[in-house]
């Protein structure tokens, strides 16, 4: 094997979704930037597809679908220097446990590991705890700011687990041109999010006053950002695609107003205003100093997520918008959430980095020791495991072992029509008709 401080180390990247895989090969980047990344996508409902994969841009040296499964028994501990976790808790922790029980069946005498790496892609708003105790086990765990660093360190000391796993840096995507001034035409971006908020009269409502904007303000540029088009799935699960939305609403949307796709940086680049629930473009908007307005229309609430924005002097309203209101950020807010760092942003990642490297350097890594075992959560873990084929000692499931693992390169093209078909249909039954289900039970 080649040593690990003398070549250039090599990194796998797991992950679940396009905003995931997109967390996870930046991350691997900033940690170290001369690597080899091989990319792996869990299969599932929001494996990304060739188009989002483009959107996100972020690069691999190779790139494969994969279930959980067939991932925990394909990365052996002399392949990688470094394993990114970049999937949702329970895919995290189900790995957790399959690498742990994988790895420590190898009795080599010395025999080292990777050093595994998790965090989140964004804003942490809700399931804090939850959320952190499926992803303990890994050695690093990333905070995107101090303020998460306090509050995670704070989850593992209350229920005395070790945090010394956490480390404080910042999302890996943040970057791009300061913000100089307004543009011509001036362009208002409303950032739109795939579940927040999750009604069809909120998410009508929110869409209607963009456009009434575009009708008050025909001077302005007014850009409706999506995440996907429909039947393609993000992180979350979009019940109710603003696509269809706007094509369902009373007459054409003005000139000025128009239904976006491509990669949020780029829209940045021409942003004067954005404008948005709780989604995490609001940090990258931020950063590049972009006037920026988290809405308190549809009140302040935790199952939006913008309660995540108290105190940074971002929350308005539509009306204030309409009125010609211009926020201006708290700086102090800022420095705790790691954007707008005043070119402290580079240096961001030295901790991160630092750990990693020496964690590599170290001559043997103790076993990955998860929070929740069969012991500790015995009428929790078995399920989490169980829904990625393993069973509560980490070993694949009967069934799921003797299936032969699919081997090629990502989505194959001659493959491409009959999966996106057979996506498409399943999708169509989670968007479509379980919530027809869900009403007429209701009746």
């Known amino acids: 094997m080649p040593s690990r401080t003398t070549s250039s180390p090599r990194v796998a990247v797991l992950a679940d979704s396009d905003t995931r895989w997109k967390w996870g090969a930046l991350t691997a980047y900033r940690i170290q ?31 494969r679908e994969i279930r959980g499964v067939d991932f925990v028994r394909s990365i052996d501990r002399t392949r990688y ?8 808790g329970g895919a995290v922790q189900a790995m957790l446990h399959g690498l742990a029980r994988a790895w420590g069946t190898e009795t080599a005498a010395g025999a080292r590991r990777p050093v595994v790496v998790t965090g989140y892609v964004g804003v942490v708003y809700e399931k804090l705890a939850d959320g952190l105790l499926l992803r303990h086990g890994a050695d690093v765990v990333l905070a995107n700011s101090r303020h998460d660093a306090d509050r995670f360190r704070e989850v593992y000391r209350g229920v005395g687990a070790d945090d010394g796993s956490v480390v404080e840096c910042a999302l890996p995507f943040l970057g791009g041109d300061r913000y100089t001034g307004e543009g011509d035409p001036y362009t208002v971006v409303f950032a739109a999010q ?4 999750e009604s069809r009269a ?28 429909p039947g393609e799935h993000t992180t979350h699960i979009e019940e109710l695609p603003y696509q269809k939305l706007a094509a369902k609403a009373p007459g054409p949307l003005p000139a000025n107003c128009r239904l976006v796709y491509g990669n949020m940086g780029e829209v940045l680049d021409r942003t004067d205003l954005m404008v948005t629930v709780s989604s995490t473009a609001a940090l990258e908007s ?51 959430q790691g954007v707008a760092a005043e070119g402290e942003y580079e240096k961001a990642f030295d901790a991160a980095r630092a750990r990693v490297t020496e964690l590599r350097e170290a001559e043997q890594l103790p076993a990955i020791t998860p929070y929740y075992t069969p012991r500790t959560a015995p009428g929790y873990l078995p399920g989490i495991l169980a829904r990625h084929g393993l069973d509560p000692q980490g070993e694949p499931l009967p069934g799921y072992a003797d299936a032969p693992e699919e081997t ?36």
């Open 286 to 336: 931020l950063h590049r100093g972009i006037p920026t307005v988290v809405l308190t229309d549809l009140g302040i609430r935790e199952s939006l997520g913008n309660h995540h924005f108290l105190g940074s002097g971002c929350l308005a309203s539509w009306d204030e918008l309409d009125a010609g209101h211009r926020p201006e950020p708290d700086r102090e807010w800022l420095a705790r």
């Open 81 to 88: 220097d470094v394993v990114v976790l970049a999937c949702v």
């Open 408 to 443: 090629g390169g990502l989505r194959r093209v001659a493959r491409e029509t009959v999966r996106e078909a057979a996506r498409g249909a399943y999708r169509h039954g989670v968007q479509r008709v379980a919530p027809a289900i869900r009403r007429w039970g209701q009746l």
């Open 194 to 197: 795939p579940s927040v908020p």
């Open 202 to 229: 909120d998410r009508t409502y929110l869409l209607r006053r963009a456009v009434e904007h575009a009708r008050r303000h025909p001077d302005r540029e007014v850009l409706i950002k999506l995440r996907s088009k």
């Open 33 to 63: 930037s001369d690597i080899r990344l091989d990319g792996y996508l869990l299969r599932g409902r929001a494996t990304p597809t060739v188009r989002q994969l483009d959107e996100v841009g972020a690069r691999a040296d190779s790139l």
